[in-house]
Each structure stands twice: as C-alpha cells, then as structure tokens.
C-alpha cells in the first residue's frame, strides 16, 4: 500500500499562472481532505470531498480555488491566477469512511509563486 | 465553536527533561482527539489517538473533560523528539490547533 501520493512534491509558479495539484488516496480510503500549511498558522482545512461529491469546502477561498475528486482518477485542487500568498505547502489526507482512525496524510506538494 | 488551541508556538528543553505540549479543546459533543508529529519537512504522521489509550514513543496524553484538555506528555524527551506536535479534533473533519515546535538539546 503506497500510502497517500501527492505530486508533484515541488511546483514552482509565476503569478497569473495556473497550479494543479494531485492527489491519490490511500487504497480503500473515500474520503479526501486538503489542507494549507502556512509558516506561523499551521494548518488550515481547505475541502473535504468523497468520489464526485464536495461534502465541506468551507475553507476553500471563494475565488480561484476549485477542488474536485472524480470517480477515476486523483482528486485535484486547483488555483488559477495564483499570487504570491498562494505559496504554501498543500497537504492532501485521506480516511475511510470511519474517520475515528483519523487520516493518513501526503508529503506535500510545495508551491512556490514567483 | 469548534476549536484547538495550542497555547505555545515554541517549546525549548534539554535531553532528558520532562515535556508537556499542551492542548485544549471547544466542542460540544464527545470529542475525538488526536496529536499529529511532523518532522523536518516530512508528512504529518499520526503519534496517537485519545480513543485507544496507547503510548507511543514515550508519548501518552489523557483526555480530561473537565478541562477540556488533551496535553501530550513524554517523562524524558531525545534529540529525535524534536518537531513539530499538532493536536487535533475530529467533527466532520479534522480540526488541527497551530502546532508547538518541539526542539531538544543535547
């Protein structure tokens, strides 16, 4: 079992650009979670998606941002027109449908706005 | 409101002394809770859960309802315990307090 896989680890952006992230559950897990890990607030809840659904993107920024997890295929987070506070690290986590066990997180991808 | 809060940003100790982190939680139901360890620019990886009352690494924590807390507690901390500790509440979703850096000297 791979675990949690997050790609890519690093993304390097200029502002105006677009960043996809991905990420890909861990086997047998349904529920996808994103967080941002900024230096000095430690993580903040994004979205938390299953298969084709958005349960709770209460922490989605109400512009650029788009989350999506179809049903094939790895979830996505999306910003377009990034700026420079867009740099953070983008953590991806993923449970099963008892999420008492708590969740199993990605390494990151760490995105960079030039 | 749900919340964690970890009151201290950065906790200092020699190798050998005792650690405490500290948490404490809002909720209203029965709560859930969680510490998190991140090492150096690594995942976040579960340390322990409230639920199964293990010890981990030398790492126990106690749920106390009465003061909403869930302070993680090691008697003699290494060098390798250094890193970043989340505490954190589950409700729908994971609810993660702002984290306490944990650096032991030698």
């Known amino acids: 079992n791979a675990g949690v896989m997050q790609n890519p680890r690093h993304l390097v952006r200029r502002r105006g650009q677009e960043a996809r992230l991905r990420c890909s559950p861990m086997?047998?897990?349904?529920?996808v979670y994103w967080y941002r890990q900024l230096p000095e607030e430690g993580l903040k809840f994004m979205v938390y998606l299953q298969k084709e659904n958005i349960i709770d993107e209460s922490g989605m920024p109400k512009e650029r941002f788009s989350a999506e997890f179809p049903k094939e295929g790895p979830s996505i987070l999306r910003i377009q027109q990034v700026v420079r506070g867009d740099s953070a690290a983008y953590f991806c986590?993923?449970?099963?449908?008892?999420?008492?066990?708590?969740?199993?997180f990605g390494s990151g991808t760490r995105l960079t706005v030039v | 409101a749900q919340r964690v809060t970890q009151p201290e940003k950065l906790l200092s100790v020699f190798k050998g002394a005792p650690v405490e982190l500290k948490c404490n939680y809002s909720?209203?139901?029965?709560?859930?809770l969680f510490w998190y360890v991140q090492y150096s620019r690594q995942r976040l990886q579960l340390l322990l859960r409230h639920i199964s009352r293990e010890s981990i690494k030398g790492f126990t924590a106690d749920l106390n309802k009465g003061e909403t807390s869930f302070h993680l507690k090691k008697p003699f901390a290494q060098e390798e315990d250094s890193a970043m500790y989340y505490c954190?509440?589950?409700?729908?979703?994971?609810?993660f307090g702002t984290g306490t850096r944990l650096q032991v000297f030698p």
């Open positions: 086997k047998g897990h349904s529920h």
């Open positions: 986590a993923s449970s099963p449908a008892d999420q008492g066990y708590g969740y199993t």
């Open positions: 909720y209203s139901g029965s709560p859930e």
């Open positions: 954190a509440l589950i409700t729908d979703k994971l609810i």
